[in-house]
């Protein structure tokens, strides 16, 4: 059982650039979150979903995308990258919002 | 404004005694509370939650407190164990916000 899965687990971006992080949940989990975790600061909701076609914002949605098409998959895309978006993103999943959510290993990201 | 704090960014405990870890809370509107314990490199892993109807729930070595008039929340692990050292993070929500929002996190070593 793979649970949640994220991919890539590094990547390394130029300002300006544009990139899409995966995440993929095999758990058939109706709710799916991405975070940002930067030191000192915990980790904070970017977007959110509650079921496929549904999404919603949450703390520091600015210069981020999300759509859910299917419930296995809520991709994140950086339109323009930004240094200031240069943090560890994690993806996370639980059967509704208000459960325990299930966290992928992480994606390193690296503005320039 | 930092809605969920952890005021201690580190604590070291010698292996065997207890370890507590606390957490402030600045909303009585938050209902649930939940922590998770991260490792290096992996994503967070959810360790017990309380409900505001309580004050007190036992997981193993986990006990989790909730003083709602103090707006704080604990976490007892005993014994301490060196595979207890990680990262800490405490998260509260409303129940029909289903939105997460984490402290900033303690790192806990657990000294042989």
């Known amino acids: 059982n793979a649970g949640v899965t994220q991919t890539p687990k590094f990547q390394v971006l130029k300002t300006g650039q544009s990139m899409t992080l995966q995440c993929a949940q095999d758990?058939?989990?109706?709710?799916m979150s991405w975070y940002r975790q930067d030191p000192g600061m915990g980790l904070r909701l970017i977007h959110y979903s509650v079921g496929a076609g549904i999404t919603d914002q949450g703390e520091v949605p600015n210069g981020y995308n999300v759509s859910r098409s299917t419930t296995e998959d809520f991709p994140l895309r950086l339109l323009s990258a930004a240094p200031s978006q240069t943090s560890v993103y994690f993806c996370?999943?639980?059967?509704?919002?208000?459960?325990?959510?299930?966290f992928g290993d992480g994606t390193r990201l690296s503005i320039l | 404004d930092q809605q969920v704090k952890q005021n201690s960014p580190s604590l070291s405990v010698q292996e065997g005694r207890i370890s507590i870890l606390n957490c402030d809370y600045t909303n009585s509107m938050f209902d649930y509370f939940l922590w998770y314990k991260k490792y290096p490199a992996e994503g967070p892993t959810f360790l017990i939650s309380i409900s505001s109807i309580k004050d007190k729930n036992e997981d193993g070595r986990f006990t989790v407190f909730l003083n709602k008039s103090a707006k704080h929340l604990s976490l007892h692990i005993v014994p301490s164990q060196p595979g207890d050292s990680a990262v800490y993070f405490c998260?509260?929500?409303?129940?029909?916000?289903?939105?997460?929002?984490f402290g900033q996190g303690t790192r806990l070593t657990i000294n042989p």
């Open positions: 998260a509260t929500l409303f129940q029909g916000a289903q939105k997460l929002v």
């Open positions: 758990m058939n989990h109706e709710y």
């Open positions: 996370a999943s639980s059967y509704q919002g208000n459960q325990p959510q299930h």
